[in-house]
T-cell receptor, first 111, second 116 residues
Framework: RKEVEQDPGPFNVPEGATVAFNCTYS??????FFWYRQDCRKEPKLLMS???SGNEDGRFTAQLNRASQYISLLIRDSKLSDSATYLC????????????FGAGTRLFVKA | NAGVMQNPRHLVRRRGQEARLRCSPM?????VYWYRQLPEEGLKFMVY????????ESGMPKERFSAEFPKEGPSILRIQQVVRGDSAAYFC??????????????FGAGTRLSVL
């Protein structure tokens, strides 16, 4: 089993759609969770941190379920500019620094 | 405030040559991470360094790869005797001092290594 698993997609959605990405992780000792986005041939950029209480940033909502070891990202009112690969990132175990990236979920938003 | 700087952006080497990739962290950051990304794959952790110390190199191949972060100057990822399978994008990230499990990593634009 991979340490961080994501549905690779691709997700093809029309503008304005709501789309949800899921991610599971295997190490229950993981401490921090993030969503990054990566555009084609570019570096990953932080989208948002994920907190146990859930958090929202504009059209983006992230949820964490520690009991199920599950993270989600919801994008509402999709824009063309949201087209990218979304990376689930899990950080920290007993050492506190190991960072595991999921393979990413590719999103295409079409007009 | 300059971000994470990596150079060169593109590097072409012939099999058997050495590749040196440089990374200057963001100002004030003392933690550096190196990742490798093969085409159509996710980022794979290679090594985590602080100034003059390798903290975790569990993701580094056992041979030909080494990394350093000297007291002065950038972090260097060195690949000796490159092979075609080393062709990839190599990303460096930095984070500030503090609880490493919580710190956000900021990425450089990467170095794309092509081995002929």
């Amino acid at each position: 089993r991979k340490e961080v698993e994501q549905d690779p997609g691709p997700f093809n959605v029309p503008e304005g759609a709501t789309v949800a990405f899921n991610c599971t992780y295997s190490n229950s000792a993981s401490q921090s969770f993030f969503w990054y986005r990566q555009d084609c041939r570019k570096e990953p950029k932080l989208l948002m941190s994920v907190y146990s209480s859930g958090n929202e940033d504009g059209r983006f909502t992230a949820q964490l379920n520690r009991a199920s070891q599950y993270i989600s990202l919801l994008i509402r009112d999709s824009k063309l500019s949201d087209s990218a690969t979304y990376l689930c990132v899990v950080k920290g175990d007993t050492g506190g620094f190991k960072t595991i990236f999921g393979a990413g979920t590719r999103l295409f938003v079409k007009a | 405030n300059a971000g994470v700087m990596q150079n060169p952006r593109h590097l072409v080497r012939r099999r058997g040559q050495e590749a040196r990739l440089r990374c200057s962290p963001m100002k004030g950051h003392s933690h550096v991470y190196w990742y490798r990304q093969l085409p159509e794959e996710g980022l794979k952790f290679m090594v985590y360094l602080q100034k003059e110390n390798i903290i975790d190199e569990s993701g580094m191949p056992k041979e030909r790869f080494s990394a350093e972060f000297p007291k002065e100057g950038p972090s260097i990822l060195r690949i000796q005797q490159v092979v075609r399978g080393d062709s990839a994008a190599y990303f460096c990230a930095s984070s500030p001092q503090g609880a490493p499990a919580k710190n956000i990593q900021y990425f450089g634009a990467g170095t794309r290594l092509s081995v002929l």
